[in-house]
């Protein structure tokens, strides 16, 4: 799979080969979607916590006499049943991740990237570098080329004035080749990808 490749000005700067392996298949939302749920899975928190009835901050004393009261049986005010008593079988903290084997990872890895190829949504850039670190010069590049919500993956290094520049500029991400994700590819309209990146992408994926 052949593609050009651009300057950050719009200009051709030649062009690259995609492997066919990595750009060139049938995207399958299944795996996608058992990648991306993976990810976010593993990124909630899990934090919720709910007092249990041994937790609430209440007398254990017995509320009534057990018998001749004509009401039920009762031990202490910290029941569930009663208000501001504790909650029966509430959520506790716990890990809601899953495991996923690194093979599966990749391959929804290598379906994401065919994803972007197939729908005309990757570009690749010969490099993601700007001599000053001026967010204004970036966006207006950004503008011209027609890139709304946009990820570029660079090499294995992200330029740090790039990376200066791209930060005030709402819906541009940057990553460099070992941070790219499914979820992250999937959520932009637009995949840019540096010289440096495929290479890179595609010594990871093979």
Not at 3 to 21: F, P, R, T, W
Not at 28 to 45: E, G, K
Request: proline share 2%; charged share 30%.
């Amino acid at each position: 799979m052949k593609l050009d490749v651009i300057k950050l000005d719009g200009k051709k700067s030649g062009s690259v080969d995609l492997g066919d392996e990595i750009f060139g298949l049938e995207p399958r939302a299944d795996i996608l979607h058992r990648v991306v749920r993976w990810q976010r899975n593993n990124a909630q928190a899990g934090t919720h916590k709910v007092k249990t009835r041994s937790e609430v901050s209440y007398s254990t004393k017995k509320i009534y006499r057990q018998k001749g009261t004509g009401g039920a049986r009762h031990g202490a005010r910290s029941a569930p049943i009663f208000r501001g008593g504790g909650v029966y079988k509430g959520p506790t903290p716990r890990s809601h991740g899953h495991e996923l084997t690194k093979k599966f990872r990749k391959l929804g890895l290598r379906h994401a990237l065919s994803a972007k190829a197939t729908a005309g949504e990757l570009v690749v850039i010969d490099t993601a570098d700007l001599k000053d670190a001026k967010t204004s010069v970036l966006a207006k590049a950004i503008k011209e080329l027609g890139w709304k919500r946009a990820l570029v993956i660079d090499g294995a290094e992200v330029s740090e004035n790039f990376a200066k520049a791209a930060r005030n500029i709402e819906g541009l991400d940057i990553l460099p080749s070992q941070g790219a994700n499914v979820y992250d590819i999937l959520k932009r309209d637009t995949l840019v990808l540096t010289k440096a990146g495929v290479e890179a992408l595609e010594a990871r994926l093979k």
